[in-house]
């Protein structure tokens, strides 16, 4: 069985994630040492946080050494799990896209902390965003707990944890990136590329759709099912306004405002649309019980 060693006493979200990694990477089939015994350590079969070595074509992946393990080009330097998944990322997730994706959005953030690296600030002053780093101190004992809990034990919940977020990220971004392909087509298809209409069978989410229309120029609204029934409606639909760029909470053309808030009653004699049952107060998003409905309401916004 392979002997995955990595250091004993506290644990952080950079050796968990690491061994979570490799654990998935060997379908369980492996071994959890947690140790500083420089002569245990050169037994492992991979070693991962320990050891003051980095050598890829050893399996050896710490970053305490003097001069670290290198940086990535924007300056984040690599922690464990950044070194692991370098390796091992598109083996793990069957693409090298994904692999791409799944460095940039979680192990750059992870090795940023453990390295001590800053990419982010708080604009409120002592309030902070509850991180995975906050969601993994959790599994850590408390010092009132030490001696009745065992340490390892822990860093295993710990790593089952990361294992289940890693398998559910990879299959999401596939999933993603599946549906950002054929929300392309469909933009590309489109005749009025300020409305894009996705079909009935196109349920992408609106963060996905938005973000991926993001990159086209004209996109101004796009009308896309709403898997809910709503207001005695089967299904819905919605027109969802576009947003200016990625993170930005602005849009490049909020729905009307003389609709936004207004009860479904007074929504239909200010539309004239007769399955029109919502309209978000800040302009985002309108719903309709039919395809037809929305699409309706999109053209109406688009010469508002």
Known sequence: MNKIVTHNAGFHTDDVFAVATLMLLLNDEAEVIRTRDEEIIKTGDYVVDVGLIYDEEKNRFDH???GGASKRENGIPYA????VWKKFGEELCGSGDVAIDIEKNIAQGIDALDNGFNISK???PNVFIYNIWGVIGTYEPTWKELNNVNIDDKFLEAVDFAKRILKIEIKKT???FEAEEAIRERYNNSEDKRLIVLGHKDMYGRVITSNTLI??????YVVLRKDISYRNYVQAWQVVAINKSRGDFTFRKPLPENWRGLPSEELIKETGVEDVTFCHN???MCMAGSKEGAIKLAKLALEA
């Open 122 to 124: 708080s604009l409120i």
């Open 282 to 284: 800040n302009g985002l």
């Open 174 to 176: 596939k999933d993603r």
């Open 215 to 220: 990159d086209f120029p004209e996109p101004l």
């Open 64 to 66: 305490h050494q003097k």
């Open 80 to 83: 464990s799990f950044g070194l």
